[in-house]
């Protein structure tokens, strides 16, 4: 996965973690796309400041993954979750078919 998208993610998953400021720079940078001194004049701080914010948060982003296995965890529960759906899939007759429904309903909404 490309490292911007990666971190794009983290920052979806430990946003709340970072203060205010560091969320409004780090969403300027990875997921509205502006440059180092776009960020600094709308932030109204200089280049170097936004570009340290963003390095020490890349650090804490990656640590906290590295800790906690959030975005891992996530990826892991999709893949289980088309497979059960995917199973599902394949019982479908005409007889099961609202049950079934029903039952990837349930899942698709609530895991």
């Known amino acids: ?9 983290l920052l ?6 970072l203060t205010e400021k560091q969320r409004n720079v780090l969403d300027l940078y990875y997921n ?18 936004v570009y340290d914010i963003i390095k020490r948060c ?5 640590h906290y993954e ?4 959030l975005m891992e965890e996530k990826k892991n529960i999709e893949e289980n979750k088309k497979g059960i759906i995917d199973f599902i899939d394949s019982l479908y007759s005409d ?10 309903n349930y899942i698709m909404n609530n895991i």
Do not use: C, F, P
């Not at 890349?58 to 990656?62: E, F, I, S």
């Open 12 to 17: 979806d998953i430990y946003g709340e973690l």
């Open 1 to 9: 996965m490309e490292e911007r998208i990666r971190l794009s993610i």
């Open 95 to 104: 007889k099961n078919a609202e049950v079934l429904d029903k039952i990837k």
């Open 32 to 49: 509205q796309d502006l440059s180092l001194a776009e960020i600094a004049e709308h932030t109204s701080t200089s280049r170097q400041a």
């Open 58 to 62: 890349h650090m804490l982003l990656v």
């Open 66 to 69: 590295d800790k906690l296995n």
